[in-house]
C-alpha cells in the first residue's frame, strides 16, 4: 500500500532531503515526525478512514500533513487559493469531510473559507494554534501531536486522495483515487522515468492538478528530493533546474510556449535533466523537439490520462531525431498503454474500432471507481464492453503505425457554415506559423447554440498583419475552417493547472 511505503521511505531515507521549499531543505526524518503526529491527531478526532481537507499549497507542514493523512488510513482533499469561494465550499461539503488541515501562511482566503462553514475541527502548526483558536471561535483546533493510538491499516481499494474536476451542471465532480491505482502509476513510472534516492524532482503544479501527483509520490516512495518552485521561478524554471541540478521535470505543453518566447530552449541548456514528460494538453511536435534539443540526456515521453485513471496511461517515447508524420496532424502521438492498462478506440455505438478516428476508452488497475455521489454521470460515463470496466474519456484520437494520436475533445468539434470543424486542427496550422508563440480557436458568438463563425486568439514575438495569417492558414486549410476574428494578447490566460484558460478567452467574445 501507498501508506506503507511512505512509512518505509522515512525510516529507509531518513537523513536523506525530501523536500526543498521556501528556500529550505527538509530531511525524510523531519517530514516522518509532522506527518506522524498529523496521523495520530487525524485518528485522535475520528478514528475511522476519512476525506480530510489540505488547506495549503507549497509549506513543509502542508506536504507533511498530505503524507499524516495518507499513513491514518484516510484520503486527502485539497483546495486551491484560486478557485472562486464558492467552489471551495462546495468541495468541503461534497467532500463531507469534518477535519480541515490549514497552514494560513500557504493559502490566500483562508478566512473567507473558514467563515463560511461552522463546526468543523482544523489541525494546524503549533505556532498557529493560539491565533487560530481566538479568532475563529466557530470551530475546534487541534495542535498537530503523537496520541496513543494506532494507524489504521489501509486496503488496495480505499482512496489515497479525492480530486474535483469540472462538472457540466456547475458543481464539481469527485474522483477518488485508490492505493491501487496510484501504485500501478508509480511502479510504471518508476521502470520509465528510473527515479533513484539522489534524483531531484520539479514540482511545478498546484496540489488540486492530478499532475501533481506525479512528481510528489515518484520522489517520497523512493527516497528523493522534491523541489517546490514559486510562481516567479515557473516562468522561467531554467536557471533554478540548473543550479539545483534538477533531474526530473513535468511540463504541462503550455509552459513551452512561455519557455519559448523567452527564448529559453537554446542547445543543451538543460544538461542535468534526466527525464521530463508532457501531460494535460496536445503537445505541438515543433516545440517538442526544441526541449529534446535543449535537454540532450533526458528520455522525453508524451504522457496522457485522465484524472478518472490516475494521471496518465499511455505513453510516447521522442527524441531530437523523431519524423513528424502528416497524420500527427502536428502533434507529438501519445503513444501506447502504460503495464496494467488497456486503451482502445470506439464508434458513437460504443463498438471498439481498430480503424479510423474513434473515442479514447480506457481500462485497467489505474481506473477508478466513478464519481462520488454521482450515479447518474458515473453511469453515463463508467460502462461494461464485454462484461469489462471502461472509461468513455470524451477524447478523440486514432491509431497511426500502432500509436495513439491525440485528435482533441469530442465536444471540440464544431459546426460552421454546415460543416463539422475540429477546433484543434486550427489550432495546430496557427502554432506553426513562425511568429505565432500560443493560439487558441474559439467559435462565435459565445453561448451559441449554432455558430457564425471563428475566433483565433493568438500571442506573437513580432507585430504579424492579420492578412498574412489568412493567406499562410489559407494554403494549409479549407475557406470554411478559417478564423474570421484575430485577437492579439500581451499573454495567453492560463488556469490554476498551467493551461491555456479558454473560459476566460470565451468572456472575451
Known amino acids: 500500500m501507498i501508506s506503507d511505503e511512505i512509512l518505509n521511505s522515512f525510516y529507509n531515507y531518513s537523513e536523506n532531503y525530501a523536500l526543498y521549499t521556501d528556500n529550505q531543505y527538509y530531511t525524510y526524518k523531519e517530514l516522518g515526525i509532522i506527518s506522524n503526529q498529523t496521523a495520530h491527531t487525524i485518528l485522535h478526532i475520528n478514528n475511522k478512514k476519512q476525506s ?32 472562486p469561494l464558492e467552489r471551495n465550499i462546495n468541495i468541503i461539503k461534497l467532500s463531507k469531510a469534518k477535519i480541515l488541515i490549514l497552514d494560513y501562511t500557504d493559502f490566500s482566503g483562508y478566512e473567507e473559507i473558514l467563515n463560511n462553514i461552522n463546526g468543523y475541527s482544523i489541525i494546524c502548526p503549533d505556532e498557529h494554534y493560539e491565533f487560530l483558536t481566538n479568532k475563529f471561535t466557530n470551530h475546534t483546533f487541534y495542535k498537530a ?10 486496503e488496495k481499494n480505499d482512496a489515497v486522495y479525492m480530486l474535483f ?25 518508476k521502470k520509465r522515468n528510473n527515479v533513484e534516492s539522489s534524483s531531484k524532482l520539479l514540482q511545478m503544479h498546484d496540489i488540486t492538478f492530478d499532475y501533481s501527483v506525479h512528481n510528489i509520490f515518484l520522489s517520497f516512495l523512493y527516497g528523493a528530493c522534491l523541489h517546490i518552485i514559486n510562481k516567479n521561478i515557473k516562468i522561467n524554471p531554467f536557471k533554478y533546474m540548473n543550479e539545483h541540478q534538477i533531474t526530473h521535470a513535468a511540463f504541462v505543453p503550455s509552459s513551452l510556449l512561455i519557455m519559448k518566447k523567452m527564448r529559453l530552449l537554446k542547445e543543451n541548456s538543460l544538461p542535468y535533466l534526466k527525464y521530463v514528460c508532457f501531460c494535460g494538453e496536445t503537445l505541438p511536435f515543433d516545440n517538442a523537439l526544441l526541449i529534446a534539443k ?10 496522457y490520462g485522465p484524472t478518472e485513471a490516475t494521471v496518465a496511461c499511455t505513453y510516447f517515447e521522442f527524441n531530437a531525431d523523431t519524423k513528424e508524420l502528416p497524420e500527427y496532424h502536428g502533434s507529438m502521438p501519445i503513444g501506447k498503454a502504460y503495464d ?11 463498438n471498439i474500432i ?10 485497467g488497475k489505474q481506473l477508478s471507481k466513478g464519481y462520488v455521489n454521482n450515479q447518474e454521470q458515473t453511469k453515463e460515463k463508467f460502462i461494461q464492453i464485454n462484461n469489462k470496466d471502461y472509461y468513455l474519456t470524451g477524447d478523440l ?26 477546433l484543434y486542427e486550427i489550432e495546430n496550422a496557427l ?76 468572456k472575451l467574445l
Not at 145 to 154: I, R
Not at 294 to 303: D, G, H, M, T
Not at 340 to 348: C, H, I, K, Q
Not at 404 to 418: C, E, M, P, T, Y
Open 145 to 154: 501531536q503523537n496520541y496513543n493510538n494506532n494507524l489504521l491499516k489501509a
Open 52 to 83: 480530510v481537507i489540505l488547506i495549503g499549497s507549497k509549506s513543509f507542514f502542508t506536504y507533511a500533513a498530505m503524507l499524516g493523512i495518507i499513513t491514518a488510513g484516510s484520503y486527502y482533499t485539497p483546495l486551491n487559493e484560486i478557485f
Open 397 to 422: 484520437g486514432t491509431w497511426v503505425n500502432g500509436e495513439l494520436v491525440f485528435l482533441g475533445r469530442n465536444d471540440a468539434q464544431v459546426q460552421i457554415k454546415g460543416y463539422r470543424v475540429e
Open 294 to 303: 535543449a535537454a540532450p540526456n533526458a528520455k522525453l515521453e508524451n504522457i
Open 431 to 506: 502554432s506553426k506559423i513562425d511568429n505565432i508563440i500560443s493560439c487558441a480557436v474559439l467559435p462565435a458568438p459565445a453561448d451559441a447554440v449554432t455558430y457564425e463563425s471563428l475566433t483565433a486568439f493568438i500571442t506573437v514575438k513580432n507585430s504579424i498583419d492579420n492578412n498574412e495569417i489568412k493567406i499562410i492558414l489559407s494554403q494549409k486549410l479549407p475557406d470554411y475552417m478559417l478564423p474570421n476574428k484575430y485577437i492579439v494578447l500581451d499573454n495567453m490566460p492560463l488556469n490554476a493547472n498551467g493551461k491555456i484558460d479558454k473560459i476566460q478567452l470565451k
Open 165 to 189: 474536476t469540472s462538472g457540466s451542471t456547475g458543481i464539481p465532480k469527485g474522483i477518488k483515487i485508490s492505493h491501487e491505482n496510484l501504485s500501478n502509476y508509480c511502479n510504471v513510472s
Open 340 to 350: 496494467g492498462m488497456e486503451v482502445f478506440l470506439v464508434d458513437n455505438n460504443k
Open 354 to 363: 481498430d480503424n479510423g478516428i474513434g473515442q479514447i476508452v480506457l481500462s
